[in-house]
């Protein structure tokens, strides 16, 4: 079956007097119907910027220098502005850390989700009144019709994500980027919106894009994992292969890392040092410094390779599924 | 191993808002402004802190976490009842010395107060370690001044050798010294937690308070933070009220652990008992809930329902409204946090004795997880 979105070496980067700051490199994966990628690593690896590169929303002064995203076959990169604003809410919907960004503080709630309704499609006012309805129920939220009043300040940190779910799926896109929605809120809270989400996307086979710097969310959640370093995808595979068996030795870093049940106040694995800044990287592996693994020839950048069965790293001497 | 009770909390009570400072109650008084609603932030919490150990602090937001934790650490008078250092340890100003800028945090410190520690060359006894170690440390001041002030106030190190003091704080921290003349923006937020903890260190206090110290941090970053706070209770002794809502790292770092909700204890003992075989129905929850390594592609049944307002507490046990064993006796009659042996404590009407629990798991099986998902 042909991919809903299909990456190919996206190139991203930030234009400043002293030169381009190499944001994205490389980056390509495809998602298919229904699919739940979690795309992961540590602050500043680029996970954000993969999700506005996809939507084309990177101000200047960045810009997406190369590579494509299709979108059922149809480069995004190739659309004119008013195309794009078609694309984006209606097969292409995102949903932030901060609900506010979807948001407007001023307006409530009906009002928001009626303008978002009319944007895509012309509906009546009771038509309007009734999908605002139902697609506030679906994401769990009490009394809708009372709270189509409401303004956004009138509801929990939750709420306010949870009426941004429901507007982000109101055409019932084909594909959705989460950037950390759930990393500003409880463990709870964050337990009820990862229901929630993955409850919608599986019904409706919406393909999403999960981004966290949380390995351990994404375990839970997600059907494959694209780890990143410093601009770079640097291993993305399964969940159960990347997880019980990383090819990459950052994937293994992190991995080791977090604190495991079973393991009380055991000595956690540490990465030494930390990700180099853009603008300063090695000329080869970003992680040649803090690798274990390092060795002369990893001066000079790896290319992603087979690394077992759908699994692909960006290493020259992977832990698992090598060359052999 | 952990040693003799140093810190004895009983009865720790923290009530904001009501009546207000003295401006508010003037203008009440003349009808110009509403008296505020009372915010029961923390309520009745009392425990032993032993020598060596770490107490982990776990719940979700609001339930009173900090504002606990900044009692214990002096910047904060309790409302009600006491804290006791029967260890004999100096009682001093707290932890003014890593708060902000050092000086807003001791002004309302006026939590167990001993004089004449502050002229003495004492160690002060407590400090504090906070989530955001940029917001903590004046970004005008270069490191070896934010770690050597206090030492040198307290006369803790003697004035020529507060140089070697403060590279030797530096590197059991992990901070190389050759950066000593840089301020603390020019640091990652990983190093800046260092500086936090050399700084706290500096002062040679016994129990460290740790408010969601390693939440802001990458995980690789956090576990070299973790590490270190490991083997600073190693090396030191130091005892830790350690206060997260994050259940992994408190599970790997807590000896004992300590459950609120709403201001209230609702659940506390040893950290492995606690997380195979928790005794309420909140815990159990927190806990099937927490997402882990290996739970993989795991259909989530969270706690329903939003955490409810401090302003306006539930009814009797206050976790009833999104309990799913809840029962009529729940709603109105509050559960007292009772003995449940093996140095375990919970305030559920159901929570039997561990061995109890495990009967009634065998007979009821189908009772939990009572709330599927959706
Ligand atoms: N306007 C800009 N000018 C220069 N560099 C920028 C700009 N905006 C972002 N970057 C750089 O792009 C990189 C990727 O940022 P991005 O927000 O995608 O990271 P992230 O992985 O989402 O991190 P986080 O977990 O902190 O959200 C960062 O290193 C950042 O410094
Ligand atoms: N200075 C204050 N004035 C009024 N209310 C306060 C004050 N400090 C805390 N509170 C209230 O007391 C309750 C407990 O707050 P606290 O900060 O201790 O919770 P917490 O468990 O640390 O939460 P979080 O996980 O969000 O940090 C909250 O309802 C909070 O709004
Ligand atoms: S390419 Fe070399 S430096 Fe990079 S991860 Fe692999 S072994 Fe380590
Ligand atoms: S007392 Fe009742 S409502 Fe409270 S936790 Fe126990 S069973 Fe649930
Ligand atoms: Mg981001
Ligand atoms: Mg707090």
Redesign the pocket.
Known sequence: MAPVLDLKALNTG?F?AAGE?P?LRDVSFSLGRGEILGLV??????????GFSITRLI?A??RVTGGEVLLHGQDLLRLGPEAMRRVRGAKVAMIFQDPMMTLNPVLRIGTQIRDALLAHERLGRAEVRARAIAALDQVGIPSPEARLKAYPHQLSGGMRQRVAIAIALLHAPDLVIA??PTTALDVTIQGQILALVQRLCRERGTALIW?S?DLSVVAGLADRIAV?YA?RIVEIGAVDDLLDDPAHPYTQGLIASVPTPGRRQARLAQIPGRMPA?TDLPPGCAFAPRCPRAQAACEAMPAMTPAGEGRMARCLYPLTGGAA | MTGEVILRAQGLTRHFGGEGDLVARGLMRLGLAKPRPVVRAVEEVSFDLHRGEVLGVVGESGCGKSTLGRMVAGLLPPSAGRLDLPGGVATGRGAGAAGQGGGAGTANGTGPTDADTQDRGAALPMQMIFQDPYASLNPRKRVRDLIGEAPRVHRIAKPGEIGTYVQDMMERCGIDPGYRDRFAHEFSGGQRQRIGIARALAVTPEILVCDEAVSALDVSIQAQILNLFMDLRDEFGLTYLFISHDLAVIEHIADRVLVMYLGRVVESGPTEALFSDPAHPYTRSLIEGVPRLDRRRKVFAPIEGDIPSPLDPPSGCAFHPRCPLAVARCVSEPPALRDMGQGRLAACHLAGAPSQTDATDTEGETAWPATPTG
Not at chain 1, 41 to 50: I, P
Request: no cysteine; aromatic share 4%.
């Open positions: 930030f400043t700051i944001a690593g540590e602050s500043g690896s680029g996970k954000s910027l993969t101000a002064p960045g950037d950390e981004i710097h990143m601009g853009l």
